[in-house]
């Protein structure tokens, strides 16, 4: 057995510290290391570089340690315990890392526990303590991790399998507020951490159907005993990052639910966060039971490439809001409106026509995690292409069989093979099982949905459900699409961002006006037709021109101001909304939406 013990030593300095101890060390002298990512996001985060001090003792007396590579150390042959001391710095305020101050703590154990390699198969138990001081008496402990000692949201002692299950269970520390409740027999622990006044009544009411969606549509008994949802609240967060029986949530205070809400309604900012928790929910299945072979198991230390990640983060978004119309949340306007959005962020980039959502997921590493800005025009996201991928596959399935199957099939087969089997998709894997849920082959679906850049005909498959899918040019910089709006605004073809100096271009479409004049990502606008201009009222001073007419312009490029003729005009008809046909949804279109209300 591995034991580690935790302690935040000092949270004013954002330390925590931890001590390692291992038994019987390998014979050739024990080594260690820590891993560069952490699974759920694709990048190399050399977490390594957060210890600021490390040293090894056996049996009392100190050992040498020897820095092996960039997160391994090794040192000496002994004889008896080898115990590892070490503290890390937490200042990372995201779902991937480590946070500590005098507020909260947060970690995750890819970036505190050390592995000690060669027994990363050993059970392993850990003590996490509470900070020392009268200050810290009020703090509570989150976790999905199987308790040993300690009372429910108390500091104790954990006991898992191995080091993959150690990384797995993030811990929220603090003064937290709580709250439970049931889903299909399962208890969830909701906990939110930083100021806020959510309704925690109205969170739970909401969050319960949307659990007994996913575990419903994969089949009871769900594969966890329990689930905790931790969210960190802030000014302005966004994020969530899925655990085997946990997630670790961020977001904006004005996207919780309120008590002064209008009962029944549903805020665009709360709909996102509903479809954040469920999106994060549906990956307890869909990435970290199901899951690609070149994930079964992981290999912490390097890039690991797959071409799946359009299946495992593309359906599962598809997934994320469908859920919320069919448990009745929200009405399937409301979905459709969220589905115009996503079709607009695909299609206003060039990026879909260059890539495909195959190397879109095996590229994720260097291109996706690594944006610049040109990303809009050379990638596509897996997350969006991937959605309506899937959007297209269930229409497709649905169509095929009369109706009697459909991507909800599909998912329940993954599972069955290789979900509850713990072998892991291989590469080509999907579109087999596509095939035996249609009762045909697939072959041409699938090479236009993966394999190339064509555009997917969701025109055509959602028109037989009672939805039209309708193409506009953007109203404004800020238009996201997704419902009706003014057309033919003249517009400079750029993503803007609010300056001190003005409005700073962070994305320069191509066969926009702004890159046709030789604007670029990072020149600050500060004046149109010789007005100043912000992000806030560059609209307004463009609405003064017609489209097709010339504009002066003038913009920082680093330190140096320079001026530019722009041609005006409207965006590409690359705004896309949806409307219920005036028959309402057909029969079709009602089953695939799960809805009997009105619409």
């Not at 391994?72 to 937490?90: E, F, I, K, R, S």
């Not at 000690?116 to 989150?142: K, N, S």
């Not at 699938?446 to 506009?472: H, I, K, M």
Request: glycine residues 10%; aromatic residues 10%.
């Amino acid at each position: 057995m591995i034991e580690y013990r935790i302690r935040p030593l000092r949270p004013e300095a954002h330390l925590f510290e931890v001590t390692l101890t291992v038994a019987k060390p390998t014979p050739e002298g024990q080594a260690f290391t820590l891993p560069a990512w952490i699974p759920g996001s694709y990048m190399i985060r050399d977490f390594a570089r957060h210890l600021v001090y490390l040293e090894a003792s056996c049996q009392g007396e100190t050992l040498p340690v020897a820095k092996i590579d960039k997160q391994t150390w090794q040192v000496p042959p002994c004889d008896g315990p080898v115990q590892l001391q070490y503290h890390v710095y937490a200042w990372d305020l995201s779902v991937r890392g480590a946070h500590l101050d005098t507020t909260h703590g947060y970690f995750n154990g890819t970036c505190v526990f050390l592995a000690p390699m060669g027994h990363e198969d050993q059970p392993c138990e850990v003590d996490i303590d509470a900070p020392e001081g009268t200050a810290y008496l009020g703090w509570h402990l989150a976790t999905g991790l199987p308790r040993l000692t300690g009372s429910e949201l108390g500091f104790g002692r954990f006991r898992v399998d191995n080091y993959d299950a150690l990384i797995d269970h993030p811990v929220e520390m603090g003064p937290f507020e709580y709250a439970q409740f049931e889903a299909c027999g399962v208890p969830h622990w909701v906990v939110m951490a930083g100021r806020h006044k959510t309704d925690m009544a109205r969170l739970c009411r909401d969050l319960k159907p949307i659990c007994e969606h996913h575990i419903r549509m994969f089949g009871e008994p769900a594969p966890m005993d329990r689930y905790v949802f931790m969210t960190l609240v802030t000014g302005n967060g966004y994020g969530g990052l899925e655990h085997r029986n946990s997630t670790s949530l961020m977001c904006a205070r004005d996207d919780l639910p309120k008590r002064t809400d209008e009962p029944g309604k549903v805020r665009d900012g709360y709909r996102n966060y509903l479809g954040l928790c469920s999106h994060e929910y549906f990956h307890t299945w869909n990435i970290k039971r199901i899951k690609p072979a070149a994930f079964t198991p992981f290999d912490l230390s390097r890039e690991v490439h797959t071409e799946l990640l359009w299946a495992f983060e593309g359906i599962t978004s598809y997934y994320d809001d469908l859920s919320l119309t069919r448990t009745g949340l929200i009405p399937p306007q409301s979905y459709l409106e969220l589905l115009g959005q996503t079709l607009s962020r695909v299609y206003r980039g060039q990026g879909r026509h260059k890539q495909t959502v195959t190397e879109s997921s095996f590229d994720a590493w260097t291109r996706f995690y690594k944006q610049d800005e040109n990303a809009p025009n050379g990638i596509v996201s897996y997350y969006t292409k991937g959605s309506l991928v899937a959007l297209a596959l269930d229409l497709t399935l649905r169509n095929l069989t009369a109706e009697k199957k459909s991507l909800d099939d599909l998912m329940r087969l993954l599972w069955a093979r290789y979900g509850q089997t713990g072998e892991g998709v291989p590469e080509q894997g999907i579109q087999p099982l596509a095939e035996e849920v249609a009762g045909c082959e697939m072959t041409d679906f699938f090479e236009q949905a993966l394999y190339s850049t064509e555009d997917l005909p969701l025109a055509e498959l959602l028109a037989e459900r009672g939805v039209e899918l309708n193409w506009r040019s953007a109203a404004s910089h800020g238009d996201n699409g997704g419902k009706p709006g003014k057309e033919g605004i003249a517009n400079l073809g750029a993503r803007l961002v609010a300056d001190p100096m003005g409005a700073k271009i962070a994305v320069a479409f191509e066969q926009g006006p702004a890159m046709a004049a030789g604007l670029s990502a990072g020149d600050v606008i500060i004046a149109v037709d010789g007005l100043q201009a912000t992000q806030g009222n560059i609209d307004n001073l463009l609405a003064n021109f017609l489209p097709g007419e010339m504009v002066e312009v003038h913009a920082f490029r680093r330190d140096e101001l320079m001026k530019f003729n722009v041609k005006v005009a409207p965006t590409e008809p690359s705004t896309a909304y949806l409307t219920i046909a005036k028959g309402g949804l057909t029969e079709k279109g009602k089953a695939w939406l799960h809805w009997q209300g009105n619409e």
